[in-house]
């Protein structure tokens, strides 16, 4: 008889001992310096992400299910409008559009177990404003048609990238799609903080100066509080740790690559 073996969905403990040594010394960097709080770690992570996705701005946030609530706030998405979503994704979708008081309106998935695009325009109702599609495992949706599907219906897009820094569709990085993304720095995931962690991207100026202010408060750069806003902000300790692992994303992705391969 063949002996059953449990093997871990992951190695949390890895994640650190991987590279012990190097994560300590960033780490006692960072508080040697008490650099706590959206300090140059941080802006070096936004900077490094936002050239790798070619996009114009990033914005560290406190995990990704505040930054699809702030993407889609800031976005424009109002109290009542629907947005269409893939009904196979993790329940953090749904419930950042339902908490900023949206309606998530379910399309159905393709072979690909992503949003299908027929299921997406027969979906769409008046009062659809925003599609967004979840690029999952990986993988990003057929985003020509979501595009031109968008356009002929006058509909926003924006990205859940929880799951997908670097994956591509025709050469180009998923989360640069769409008006807004946001990405998951949850432990599990690619680029792993410990803790939580996440970051919004967008190419409007205007979008991403407001996800950076209601991420902090409604706060401007002098400390005015201009509108309310939330604490979501991306703890500089976990910065440090996401960008030092950032410096060697492409040889991450590679080896995931021949893993999965195998
Ligand atoms: C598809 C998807 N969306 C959103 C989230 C939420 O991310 P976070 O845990 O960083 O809030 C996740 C996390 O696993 C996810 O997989």
Redesign the pocket.
Known sequence: MSESRRVPFFNYPALFTSHEDAYMEVMRGVLRRGAYIRQAECESLEANVAKFLGVKHAIGVG??????TLALLCAGVKPGDEVIFPSH??V??AS?IKIIGAVPVPADIGTDHLIDPDSIEAAITPKTTCIMP?Q?NGRTADMDRIMDIAERHGLMVVE?A??SLGSTFRGKRAGSFGRAA?F???P??VLGAFG???LVVTDDDAIGQKVRQMADHGRSATGEVEFWGMNSRLDNLHAGVLDYQFSFYDETMARRRVLAGM
């Open positions: 995990n990704c299910t505040d930054g699809l994704t993790f953090a979708t950042a979840v999952l859940d929880a799951q946001a998951s720095f949850y599990a995931k939580d962690a996440g």
